[in-house]
């Protein structure tokens, strides 16, 4: 069956203009000014997308979905999540694999695809998360690039004991992926820097979730993106800064770029909408704001609306990491912050908050929200131009965007399986009417019509060389 798009407003990262899009299959196969419906087969679906935007479909290439971290299990699976990105807007998400450092990085991988393979509605691929560099660990994850087509490892500086790569292994590991032209993705925080910020506030019985910032400052952060872009410069291997959330890790990163260091920058919605007194909220409400990089004083998020206008943060993501907050953030952490599991889940809200406090209050133009929502990302991970743009001979992924639709965001409007939504109760502008994935609806009107695990998974090529 084909699908017809007619009279919407097609915006690109570079084009603004009114066409009819036709879709025969999985592919788009016309753009046209006007496509006559009664020359097209019988049964083509058509939408009236006058009035609207149609924008590619949004790429989100950082979430978390199957994830066991701090001792307990994220709520989310494929299903919810799918259900949560179609919603806002998102076709394509780039998930983490987070293996424990005792787990051999294959066996991973196939526990993170099978997962996402059985309930997929949205195509997705992974960032390899690398945990461990031992022979049989770095034979796979070669492995796992030339075989399984993923070109990008991922490395955690922060979380001592747990996910943290040692600097040893990670110079030997960039130089490996500087040779396979892989990019290698880094949650950039000092480990021992927090370890031991962490001991002492607990040790003055600072406990609740107001501590969680103080215990890893800015500068701890800058020191952890410098410290990548070092290594990046003596091997010269491309690297990118996930959820940078300050004008210090900004600047950093910046600063390296101007030495020749190939660092792009990573920005995710809390961080641009939400800021640090939210962690400081009563009755243990706070918890509900602890991520890691932590939500920073407010003026730092005019750095990064900045960043991201003049194109030096090159993508918005989410980090949508999602626990629930009585069973998890409450029960786990009302000892210490130091054991609330971290994360704020957005990958519904994430395209509604780009549009309301980005675009509406002029901060930046459609064409950066699209650039920072899918095509950068794109580009960046091998998946341009099938995705991350509108083009004959692209994947038909596509949202219909009614950019004058106000509703309000909460727990009951999210398909995410939390207990509670980081943003209830706030008015948006900007709604997503259908999600289209490779060429069929998966999300019309509020409700979800796709097929679970028609997802794809994205085999990409390393171009990082
Ligand atoms: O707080 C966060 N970011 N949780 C998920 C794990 C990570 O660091 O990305
Ligand atoms: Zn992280
Ligand atoms: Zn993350």
């Not at 307990?72 to 699976?77: S, V």
């Not at 070092?230 to 910046?254: K, L, N, P, W």
Request: glycine share 8%; hydrophobic share 40%.
């Amino acid at each position: 069956m084909g699908l017809l798009i007619q009279s919407g407003r097609i915006i690109t990262d570079r084009d603004d203009y009114v066409a009819d899009i036709y879709c025969a299959g999985e592919t788009i196969t016309r753009i046209e000014a006007s496509i006559d419906a009664a020359t097209l087969p019988p049964d083509t679906d058509v939408i009236d997308a006058s009035n609207k935007i149609v924008f590619p479909g949004f790429i989100d290439p950082h979430v978390h979905i199957h994830l066991p971290f701090m001792g307990t299990h994220a709520k989310d699976d494929y299903e919810s999540a799918s259900k949560a990105a179609l919603a806002g807007g998102t076709t394509t998400l780039i998930e983490m694999i987070c293996p424990g450092p005792q787990e051999a990085p294959q066996a991973a991988f196939e526990e993170w695809r099978d997962k996402a393979a059985e309930l997929a509605a949205v195509d997705y691929t992974f960032h390899m998360g690398v945990v461990r560099f031992d022979e049989l660990a770095q034979q796979q994850l070669k492995h796992i690039v030339t075989k399984e087509g993923i070109a990008s490892y991922k490395v955690f500086l922060a979380y001592k004991g747990a996910l943290n790569l040692p600097d040893e292994h990670l110079f030997d590991l960039m130089s490996m992926a500087k040779s396979l032209g892989v990019i290698v993705t880094a949650h950039c925080e000092n480990a021992d820097l927090i370890d031991a910020m962490q001991q002492r506030l607990l040790a003055e019985g600072k406990t609740g979730p107001q501590w969680h910032e103080p215990s890893r400052p800015t500068a701890v952060e800058a020191d952890g993106v410098h410290h990548l872009a070092t290594f990046a410069e003596m091997t010269g291997c491309h690297v990118y800064a996930v959820h940078t959330s300050c004008d210090e890790a900004v600047r950093a990163a910046i600063d390296a770029r101007l030495r020749g260091v190939n660092i792009w920058v990573e920005s995710v919605a809390p961080h641009l909408v939400l800021d640090k007194t939210s962690a400081e909220r009563d009755n243990f409400e706070g918890a509900k704001y602890v991520m890691s990089p932590p939500l920073r004083d407010k003026r730092h998020q005019d750095t990064l609306w900045a960043g991201i206008a003049s194109r030096a943060i090159s993508c918005v993501g989410t980090d949508h990491a999602p626990f629930d907050f009585e069973d998890q953030k409450r029960r786990l952490g009302a000892d210490a912050f130091t054991k609330i599991p971290n994360g704020i889940p957005s990958l519904q809200e994430r395209i509604d908050l780009l549009h309301t406090f980005g675009v509406l209050r002029g901060r930046i133009n459609y064409h950066t929200l699209i650039d920072a929502g899918a095509t950068a990302a794109a580009r960046l991970f091998g998946l341009y131009p099938r995705k991350g743009t509108i083009r004959v001979g692209g994947d038909a992924d596509l949202v219909v965007y009614d950019p004058q639709r106000t509703h309000t965001l909460s727990v009951d409007a999210s398909f995410s399986r939390v207990d509670y939504n980081a943003f209830e109760g706030w008015q948006v502008t900007g709604k997503t009417e259908v999600a289209i994935v490779r060429g069929k609806v998966q999300y019309r009107d509020g409700q979800f019509v796709g097929e679970l695990g028609r997802g794809q998974l994205l085999r990409r090529e390393p171009t990082h060389f």
